[in-house]
């Protein structure tokens, strides 16, 4: 049972356009929603985080929204560029659970110049 | 950021070795997690520690085994490689304010 959900594998977007990532959870005992991006053969980069007491956070090109009542969050990126291209990893936990993290499938992202 | 590494980043070995991934963090982060993955999947955590002397199975299950004798050094061993192990690994840790885990690069396993 995957308690969250990427249901895009991929996504192509234009340089310059909006890219927006989806990310559907089950769990309502997850509280702490996050973003990390993934390069081939690398680990994964932390981008964005966001707590549910609160409905968006923003950090430069990146903005995380969260809709608790439909257990949705998207990554939108504006405006997208060509080193965005990589894969997008949703992750959520619940703070009394010692911390782990739980991971989407991915959506890998690729900005065409 | 973290400083987390990994060693080796590539490895092929022919099946039944033992082999032995490392994992080290200069932050002096108490959490560390092993991650497995494979291409167009989800992570899923294999083992897990909360400081020295302590750690955990994770949600997946796994022949690969962990210690954690100093704060800093976290390795996976797998006693007997097959090729089901053929994936890549990944370590990370996380700071104790921060729900953000920092990775390493990861290392890429092939049994062949």
């Known amino acids: 049972d995957q308690q969250v959900k990427q249901n895009s594998p991929s996504l192509s977007v234009q340089e310059g356009r909006i890219s927006i990532l989806n990310c559907d959870y089950t769990?309502?005992?997850?509280?702490?929603f996050l973003w990390y991006k993934k390069y081939p053969a690398e680990g994964p980069t932390f981008l964005i985080s966001?707590?549910?007491?609160?409905d968006k956070n923003e950090d430069g090109r990146f903005t995380v929204f969260l809709n608790k009542s439909a257990k949705h969050l998207s990554l939108h990126i504006v405006p997208s560029q060509p080193g965005d291209s990589a894969v997008y990893f949703c992750?959520?936990?619940?703070?009394?659970?010692?911390?782990?993290?739980?991971f989407g499938q991915g959506t890998t992202l690729q900005v065409k110049p | 950021e973290a400083d987390i590494y990994q060693t080796p980043r590539y490895l092929v070995i022919g099946t039944g070795k033992k082999i032995t991934l490392e994992c080290s963090q200069t932050?002096?982060?108490?959490?560390m997690y092993w991650y497995q993955q494979d291409p167009g999947m989800e992570l899923h955590l294999i083992h897990y520690?909360?400081?020295?002397?302590?750690?955990e199975k994770g949600d997946l299950s796994s022949e690969s085994t962990v210690s954690r004798i100093r704060t800093e050094h976290f390795p996976l061993t797998l006693e007997s490689a097959r090729p089901s192990h053929t994936s890549q690994y990944l370590c990370?840790?996380?700071?104790?304010?921060?729900?953000?885990?920092?990775f390493g690069p990861g290392t890429r396993l092939t049994v062949t």
């Open positions: 990370a840790s996380r700071g104790p304010l921060w729900d953000e885990q920092y």
């Open positions: 769990n309502s005992m997850f509280d702490y």
């Open positions: 966001i707590s549910s007491i609160k």
């Open positions: 992750a959520a936990s619940a703070r009394g659970n010692t911390g782990k993290l739980i």
């Open positions: 932050m002096g982060h108490d959490k």
């Open positions: 520690s909360y400081g020295v002397n302590s750690t």
